[in-house]
């Protein structure tokens, strides 16, 4: 195998040619290489050592023109790192398109500011009754629970055990009581929620109603 350096002066690049046109003019069957070392530094011969294999390597055809180039394969650091771009670029790319398309729907949905704060306001009125109507379920299962409660203090303060019957009625109040508190917070929590997402879309549908104004202009 025939193996020699890049020319580093003007006096090496004239020997270098001279080796080069010696391997170029082999037999059409010989195959002539370059390829990077470990230090940068180019060779060129009829054969790549094991080595190097993954090095940037590259072939020349007999006229001397590079016919085929082959990369220096990347390191498990550098693929992994290329991975973690490709999917980074992915999520932000579907993050693009999914924004797009909540856009869309705004515009298509509210024409202007005022239709979406007449739509916000009417879905928080509906909250507002569900949570007026827990409360009220909530007070009147409280005021049969201390009717039915002070029945059985009574009953027991007589030395008489209080009836099954009368027991299930306090039970049952007493989930119904706890069934409207926990509607309550949950109600709420959820309101505080949509004001939330209105609020942001609001945000978001006047700069787009802004943007769409300003190209019209």
Same mark, same amino acid.
């Given at each position: 195998?025939?193996?020699?350096?890049?020319?580093?002066?003007?006096?090496?690049?004239?020997?270098?040619?001279?080796?080069?046109?010696?391997?170029?003019?082999?037999?059409?069957?010989?195959?002539?290489?370059?390829?990077?070392?470990?230090?940068?530094?180019?060779?060129?011969?009829?054969?790549?050592?094991?080595?190097?294999?993954?090095?940037?390597?590259?072939?020349?055809?007999?006229?001397?023109?590079?016919?085929?180039?082959?990369?220096?394969?990347?390191? /498990?650091? #550098? @693929? $992994?790192?290329?991975? &973690?771009?490709? !999917?980074?670029?992915? =999520?932000?790319?579907?993050?693009?398109?999914? *924004?797009?398309?909540?856009?869309?729907?705004?515009?298509?949905?509210?024409?202007?500011?005022? /239709?979406? #704060? @007449? $739509?916000?306001?009417? &879905?928080?009125? !509906?909250?507002?009754? =569900?949570?007026?109507?827990?409360?009220?379920? *909530?007070?009147?299962?409280?005021?049969?629970?201390?009717?039915?409660?002070?029945?059985?203090?009574?009953? #027991?303060?007589?030395?008489?055990?209080?009836?099954?019957?009368?027991?299930? =009625?306090?039970?049952?109040?007493?989930?119904?009581?706890?069934?409207?508190?926990?509607?309550?917070?949950?109600?709420?929590?959820?309101?505080?929620?949509?004001?939330?997402?209105?609020?942001?879309?609001?945000?978001?549908?006047?700069?787009?109603?802004?943007?769409?104004?300003?190209?019209?202009?």
């Amino acid at each position: 195998m025939k193996t020699m350096f890049a020319p580093s002066s003007p006096r090496a690049a004239r020997i270098l040619a001279a080796l080069l046109a010696c391997l170029l003019a082999a037999p059409a069957a010989a195959q002539i290489y370059r390829w990077v070392d470990d230090e940068g530094r180019v060779h060129y011969g009829d054969k790549i050592p094991a080595k190097y294999a993954k090095n940037e390597r590259s072939k020349l055809n007999q006229q001397g023109q590079t016919v085929d180039v082959r990369s220096r394969e990347k390191t /498990a650091d #550098e @693929r $992994a790192a290329e991975e &973690r771009a490709r !999917i980074a670029r992915e =999520q932000q790319r579907q993050q693009e398109a999914e *924004q797009a398309r909540y856009d869309s729907f705004l515009l298509s949905t509210y024409p202007t500011v005022g /239709a979406l #704060e @007449r $739509a916000r306001d009417d &879905r928080l009125a !509906i909250m507002d009754g =569900q949570i007026v109507n827990a409360r009220k379920s *909530q007070q009147e299962a409280l005021n049969a629970l201390e009717v039915l409660q002070q029945r059985a203090a009574r009953i #027991e303060s007589n030395g008489r055990p209080v009836p099954e019957k009368l027991q299930s =009625q306090i039970a049952a109040f007493e989930d119904t009581h706890a069934e409207a508190r926990r509607r309550i917070v949950s109600v709420e929590r959820e309101r505080e929620n949509v004001a939330a997402d209105f609020a942001r879309d609001r945000a978001r549908l006047a700069e787009l109603l802004d943007s769409r104004s300003a190209y019209r202009e």
